[in-house]
């Protein structure tokens, strides 16, 4: 039983919990206060009507001590006895004005010959009802009781009760129909926030640019329901921008994988057209033989180099406990230089102008990767630009950190292309020849090369110059 009233309070809704947990209390509240009140006007009438009757007892005490008994009553329904006491004996004077059964007055009175002072005691007399009896000492030997009914008190108290039954089921009923409909509207906004959630659950999350449309609005609720408000509403723009970037991150691995299929394909359809041409070629001269074998050593080198790029990409991307570096102790511009050598060599129609500095950073670095960003840094610059622009690379050195800085005069990067010249596959000229604009990847790899030993890599210069700045840390993470 108490385990089915436990789940059938819990299956209520937290605002009927709420408005009944209020009225609980304001009953528990009502009870002690009306049992407090109550108590302490009964004892409040009744010690004015113990005073009442001690004043009265002086004036008996006195026509006692005169007639040996009380020959006037004071009041309509009172009752008063002189008693001869001794020892345990209490002995009725008459005539006396008292009711039909006496014991109670007899035994106050004999217990008076066991007591120092006055007593106080509350009786039921039979066919009267509830009495107060007082017993005092009129005389060594003489005691006087005295009875006043309780009735006018117990009229009293039932009034008492009956007009705090009425006054406080009122309050609780008040309290109960405005509390509920003030809690009601205190928790609107809760309701609201769990329409949205159900809302949310029912929006498609699987699409590609799947995004939460539902905010929970509104000012009403207090100081709390408004931080949830806020926290729901945040949680709900981290949840819009996770989609977000799992959107972008899966459009840009489609293309991913688009441009490398595409990539690839090429020079496995060159591969495929020359094999078929040296089959038919093979009973021909040797000098055609040996071009078709050139072109197919080309297109495979080619793809082993694309190869290559992925599988490094996706290394760096796979962020490994070992990452693919091997890390010494370099003199950056050594490096640098070593670079401008091989650039001189492979295009010497170029300009290239270096500049290292009076001090030569040593940096804990994977020289064999640093190098290949600045080759790429200096191959793009040589493939995107005309012939006969000169191209520099600087130096420098600060507190922390070095930078290389690799810049040309040529046309620049167009302003639509500057946020996505790092992605992979992505080519500023779009009809540019695969064979002299290369694959895409140089710029993406040597991005994530630079990322992998903690530095950065930026696309800066105005229009009519390109340059790229590289920036690494002196000291490696920990």
Same mark, same amino acid.
């Not at 789940?7 to 209520?12: K, V």
């Not at 002189?82 to 008459?94: E, K």
């Not at 809302?199 to 009403?220: C, M, V, Y």
């Given at each position: 039983?108490?385990?089915?009233?436990?789940?059938?309070?819990?299956?209520?809704?937290?605002?009927?919990?709420?408005?009944?947990?209020?009225?609980? #209390?304001?009953?528990?509240?009502?009870?002690?206060?009306?049992?407090?009140?109550?108590?302490?006007?009964?004892?409040?009438?009744?010690?004015?009507?113990?005073?009442?009757?001690?004043?009265?007892?002086?004036?008996?005490?006195?026509?006692?001590?005169?007639?040996?008994?009380?020959?006037?009553?004071?009041?309509?329904?009172?009752?008063?006895?002189?008693?001869?006491?001794?020892?345990?004996?209490?002995?009725?004077?008459?005539?006396?004005?008292?009711?039909?059964?006496?014991?109670?007055?007899?035994?106050?009175?004999?217990?008076?010959?066991?007591?120092?002072?006055?007593?106080?005691?509350?009786?039921?007399?039979?066919?009267?009802?509830?009495?107060?009896?007082?017993?005092?000492?009129?005389?060594?030997?003489?005691?006087?009781?005295?009875?006043?009914?309780?009735?006018?008190?117990?009229?009293?108290?039932? &009034? #008492?009760?009956?007009?705090?039954?009425?006054?406080?089921?009122?309050?609780?009923?008040?309290?109960?129909?405005?509390?509920?409909?003030?809690?009601?509207?205190?928790?609107?906004?809760?309701?609201?926030?769990?329409?949205?959630?159900?809302?949310?659950?029912?929006?498609?999350?699987?699409?590609?640019?799947?995004?939460?449309?539902?905010?929970?609005?509104?000012?009403?609720?207090?100081?709390?329901?408004?931080?949830?408000?806020?926290? /729901?509403?945040?949680?709900? %723009?981290?949840?819009?921008?996770?989609?977000?970037?799992?959107?972008?991150?899966?459009?840009?691995?489609?293309?991913?994988?688009?441009?490398?299929?595409?990539?690839?394909?090429?020079?496995?359809?060159?591969?495929?057209?020359?094999?078929?041409? /040296?089959?038919? *070629?093979?009973?021909?001269?040797?000098?055609?033989?040996?071009?078709?074998?050139?072109?197919?050593?080309?297109?495979?080198?080619?793809?082993?180099?694309?190869?290559?790029?992925?599988?490094?990409?996706?290394?760096?991307?796979?962020? %490994?406990? @070992?990452?693919?570096?091997?890390? @010494?102790?370099?003199?950056?511009?050594?490096?640098? &230089?070593?670079?401008?050598?091989?650039?001189? +060599?492979?295009?010497?129609?170029?300009?290239?102008?270096?500049?290292?500095?009076?001090?030569?950073? &040593?940096?804990?670095?994977?020289?064999?990767?640093?190098?290949?960003?600045?080759?790429?840094?200096?191959?793009?610059?040589?493939?995107?630009?005309?012939?006969?622009?000169?191209?520099?690379?600087?130096?420098?050195?600060? +507190?922390?950190?070095?930078?290389?800085?690799?810049?040309?005069?040529?046309?620049?990067?167009?302003?639509?292309?500057?946020?996505?010249?790092?992605?992979?596959?992505?080519?500023?000229?779009?009809?540019?020849?695969?064979?002299?604009?290369?694959?895409?990847?140089?710029?993406?790899?040597?991005?994530?090369?630079?990322?992998?030993?903690?530095?950065?890599?930026?696309?800066?210069?105005?229009?009519?110059?390109?340059? /790229?700045?590289?920036?690494?840390?002196? &000291? *490696?993470?920990?």
């Amino acid at each position: 039983m108490i385990r089915r009233l436990w789940r059938a309070w819990r299956g209520l809704r937290l605002g009927t919990r709420l408005t009944l947990g209020l009225g609980v #209390l304001s009953l528990a509240v009502f009870a002690v206060v009306g049992t407090a009140l109550t108590t302490y006007m009964r004892e409040y009438l009744q010690a004015r009507l113990v005073d009442q009757m001690r004043l009265v007892q002086v004036v008996q005490s006195e026509d006692a001590a005169t007639h040996g008994t009380v020959e006037r009553q004071p009041y309509y329904g009172w009752y008063t006895a002189v008693y001869d006491v001794s020892g345990d004996f209490a002995d009725l004077r008459r005539p006396a004005d008292v009711p039909a059964d006496s014991r109670a007055l007899t035994d106050l009175a004999q217990a008076m010959t066991r007591s120092d002072g006055d007593l106080t005691r509350t009786v039921r007399i039979d066919g009267h009802g509830p009495y107060l009896l007082r017993a005092c000492e009129v005389e060594p030997g003489v005691v006087l009781v005295s009875a006043a009914p309780l009735g006018d008190v117990e009229n009293t108290m039932d &009034r #008492l009760i009956a007009v705090q039954v009425v006054a406080f089921g009122l309050a609780l009923l008040a309290l109960v129909v405005c509390g509920r409909r003030m809690l009601r509207r205190g928790l609107r906004p809760l309701s609201e926030m769990a329409r949205t959630a159900h809302g949310i659950s029912s929006h498609d999350l699987t699409e590609s640019a799947a995004q939460l449309p539902l905010r929970a609005d509104g000012r009403a609720g207090g100081r709390e329901v408004e931080e949830l408000r806020t926290a /729901f509403n945040a949680m709900l %723009e981290h949840i819009d921008d996770s989609l977000a970037v799992r959107a972008e991150a899966e459009r840009r691995l489609r293309r991913f994988v688009a441009d490398a299929s595409h990539e690839l394909r090429t020079p496995l359809m060159s591969v495929r057209g020359y094999a078929d041409l /040296f089959q038919y *070629a093979a009973a021909n001269e040797p000098g055609e033989r040996e071009r078709h074998l050139a072109r197919l050593r080309a297109e495979a080198a080619r793809m082993g180099v694309l190869l290559d790029d992925l599988l490094l990409l996706a290394q760096l991307d796979a962020a %490994e406990v @070992e990452a693919p570096l091997r890390r @010494e102790d370099t003199d950056l511009a050594e490096l640098v &230089r070593q670079a401008a050598d091989a650039f001189r +060599a492979s295009h010497p129609g170029r300009s290239l102008t270096v500049r290292t500095g009076p001090e030569a950073p &040593r940096l804990p670095l994977d020289p064999q990767r640093i190098r290949q960003v600045l080759d790429n840094l200096l191959t793009n610059a040589a493939v995107h630009t005309p012939p006969g622009t000169s191209v520099s690379v600087a130096v420098t050195a600060g +507190a922390d950190t070095a930078e290389v800085r690799v810049a040309d005069t040529g046309p620049g990067v167009p302003a639509a292309d500057r946020d996505r010249i790092f992605d992979r596959f992505y080519r500023v000229d779009k009809a540019r020849s695969r064979d002299r604009g290369g694959s895409g990847l140089g710029l993406a790899v040597a991005r994530s090369l630079v990322e992998a030993h903690g530095g950065t890599v930026t696309l800066g210069g105005a229009p009519g110059a390109t340059v /790229f700045t590289v920036t690494l840390p002196l &000291r *490696a993470a920990r």
